[in-house]
């Protein structure tokens, strides 16, 4: 295919993502792991390099030419740090979805800024969230069947928030969230239930003190602070939560507090500010003192299974603060700025949510749930230009006037 592909695109990073999996066992499913791996990136090259421009492109935002010099910058440095590990590996760095493919998905922002048909893409959430749908009910045996539900399920709340906007997929994405909270309770994937709550939460908050950007504020640290409560406090929050909600079988173990308090005590002042490259480990007491009740996890950790820590890891905070740089510039867009675009509100929202969760989970990676998450502030991003109630972006893009549309100001 030499066209670039939306749909192909995303098609071929869902695969990837479900494929991936121990390339001594299941030699096939790595081949075609690589096929669409490569596939993928080809889409994005293709994007970047062959599509030719229109007269509804948007020119990029100020702060994108920095942040990509910047990321090219440190993505430099941090392979230079891998250069030096000893236990450096050009396979993994190239081919694991948590080394250096992690900053693929920060690509796909460009390619929602510059989407201007999104029916596809919804219609390819759609049909996602049917296939999650059909899979949890009628499930089907084979290796990583939890993985390959919960990518589906990535695309469940994303739908919600067009079903919002759009009346003809409220049916069914009511449906598939149901299905995620009742997934949520009988796997260990507890952060499903987690992110439907704050994320309706926080769209119920924001859409009360819509008018005021203060209140809007408030809400955001309110949430921040009740996070931190969540972390410092999780076995006492889990216990309440099981007792409140009556879900049998949920996993109320506190498995994060442990987490911060060893990457934390392993990490030197340099490297919290720098990280110790893609391929950088920490060692963990915990797996030590249980290696062998945890079926082979070994006690250097590659992955620190909190989003946060994770970036912190492998790249510092320079990393972390170029990772959430455009998840934050359409926050900031679409909650604090005066435009008519619901659904770039709703997408602000769901933006909001996921930062959050950063800090409990949401591990960067080369993963279908990324791909999403930076592609939708892209396209929020986009649609908050387009309709911003300002005069001076009416006249720095063209074509603005006639697509602005009547609605609240958010």
Known sequence: MRRYSLTFFFSCVLLATILFDDPHKYLAKRIIYLVCLALSIYQLYLFRYKRPETVVDLPTPRWYRIWIQCLIGFTCLALFMDLRNPQFSLITIVNHPLALLTIVPMFSFQ????????????????????????????????????????????????????????KKYRLVAILMIVLSIAMSQVTDARTIILRILIFFGLLVAMSTVKKWSSLKLLVVLITGFMIYQFLVNLQAWLDLFTSFVKLKGFDDQDTRTFIYEEVFGDMRPAEMIFGRGFLGTYFSPYFLANTQDLDGDYYYRFSAEVGFLQLLLKGGLVYFLLYITPLVAVVRRGLFTRHKSRIGFYISVYILCELLILFIENIPSYHFQFFIIFFLAGYGYRQTVLEATTAPNREVYHNTNTLLQPGALY
């Open 111 to 166: 390619l929602g800024y510059q989407t201007i048909d999104i029916d596809k893409f919804i219609k390819f959430l759609l049909v996602t969230a049917i296939l999650f749908g059909i899979l949890f009910l009628f499930p089907i045996s084979f290796q990583n069947f939890q993985g390959a539900s919960t990518a589906l399920c990535y695309a469940v709340l994303p739908l919600s928030l067009f079903a919002m906007d759009r």
